[in-house]
């Protein structure tokens, strides 16, 4: 997909962009897919799609006022770095993390970030239990973000942990987050975060139900979470 196809895109789906965004996003899309034949990054393969359900998709949040100017926010799980890196491509006044516990994923993120000259962006390579445990970044965020990464009441305990109180995380959910909802706000609750009722949100020519569930830190984590790696997993917060 070219450039003037993804300008496209965003005007259709509403997107406010800089001039420099299509090229970028062009870039970023060619390395995927690059990346992609030699590692496994997506599942997507058709052009349209992956700008749709990867970049699109990441940006939506955009239309909102979620995301306030000059924010730090870390990327949790972030992948092949959706949502974060299209949002440092189009929002340089945010400075991103992007974190994942798989050093390939990483490598190829730095691909993109020299042939895109992004330098609003570190990469972390750890798993969100032992970072949110280090100083540099618990509570040190105005935002934690996550898209497909695990059900609320698990995602809860990643995130919650790296947001300053007044900060916000932002989970990029389908239909299906109304089932986790009973677990998650239960979970959320013993992190000292609060969720709010998902926003649902439509990527424009497709029939996807996708939401986004925000979650607000109103109080400090308790200093006995997150627990050790594995255990978010294992014995999820809010069952039972």
Excluded at 74 to 100: H, K, N, Y
Excluded at 102 to 118: C, D, P, S, W
Aim: a positive charge; charged letters at 30%.
């Amino acid at each position: 997909m070219n450039r003037n196809q993804i300008q496209e895109r965003l005007e259709r789906n509403r997107i406010s962009f800089t001039p420099e965004l299509p090229e970028r996003l062009e870039i970023y899309l060619a390395l995927l897919k690059e990346w992609n034949a030699r590692m496994d990054l997506t599942a997507v393969m058709d052009d349209e799609e992956l700008a749709d359900r990867h970049l699109m998709d990441s940006l939506c949040v955009l239309r909102t006022e979620l995301i306030p100017r000059g924010a730090s926010f870390i990327d949790v799980g972030t992948g092949a770095g959706f949502p974060g890196m299209p949002l440092a491509m189009a929002r340089e006044d945010l400075s991103i993390v992007l974190m994942d516990a798989q050093q390939k994923r990483l490598n190829f993120l730095e691909a993109v970030r020299e042939a895109t000259g992004i330098r609003n962006i570190q990469l972390l390579h750890a798993r969100a239990e032992e970072a949110a445990r280090q100083q540099n970044y618990r509570e040190r965020f105005d935002l934690a973000t996550a898209r497909a990464v695990a059900p609320l009441n698990i995602l809860s305990e990643y995130l919650l942990p790296f947001v300053k109180k007044g900060g916000t995380c932002l989970c990029w959910k389908g239909p299906s987050v109304s089932e986790e909802l009973e677990a998650g706000k239960k979970a959320c609750r013993i992190l000292g975060g609060q969720t709010e009722e998902p926003i649902s949100y439509r990527i424009a020519d497709r029939n996807w139900d996708h939401r986004l569930l925000v979650i607000r830190k109103i109080a400090k984590t308790p200093s006995l979470y997150p627990r050790k790696a594995g255990t978010p997993k294992a014995k999820p917060l809010g069952v039972g």
